[in-house]
């Protein structure tokens, strides 16, 4: 009925019927993610894509992105390129921060690049033991083909890039 009630009972106090508190989805905080600080200023310096599978627009925009207009380094990636990571990554946020071509393969697909990523914990932290890694093309479409109803927070820097 949203009516608030406190019951007490030898010293021990319940609170009954209390409103819900207010869930970030990026940052895990009790706020709203529409007044997220945290995300504020990750979007700051990259585009933020919201994936989740109640509005697919965003996912069919992040993918042109990916195969279209992302601006792509000459250079070949720089370190291993892993083609698998590991499943608890697999409904993380993360950043998006370069990408560059496998040699003399056409750019106009997702698989076709090499993409340097850092995942973010359910705190909006980057993880340590997943940072600026390279993932192959194949891994990218399986992180951006998101299937939950949770939003996927996606943010691409490369919007700053200079064209190497």
């Known amino acids: ?23 970030c989805s990026f940052c895990n905080d009790e706020h709203g993610v529409n007044t997220c600080g945290k995300l504020q200023v990750r979007s700051t310096n990259s585009k933020c894509y919201n994936l989740s599978s109640k509005d697919e627009k965003q996912i069919m925009e992040l993918k042109e992105r990916l195969r279209v207009t992302m ?7 720089s370190g291993l390129v892993f ?32 993409y340097r990523i850092t995942f973010l914990h359910k705190f909006s932290k980057e993880v340590d033991s997943a940072n600026r890694f390279w993932i192959g093309g194949h891994r990218m479409q399986a992180l951006v083909a998101h299937s939950n109803r949770t939003v996927k927070y996606v943010f691409d820097e490369t919007i700053n890039s200079n064209q190497g």
């Open 1 to 23: 009925m949203g009516i608030k009630q406190t019951v007490a009972l030898n010293c021990n106090e319940i609170e009954v019927m209390a409103t819900v508190k207010r869930h």
């Open 71 to 77: 601006l792509i380094m000459t250079e070949v990636a």
């Open 83 to 114: 083609n698998t990571v590991e499943s608890r990554f697999k409904n993380s946020n993360f950043i998006i921060h370069e990408a560059t071509l496998i040699v003399r393969l056409p750019s106009d697909y997702i698989e076709n690049l090499n």
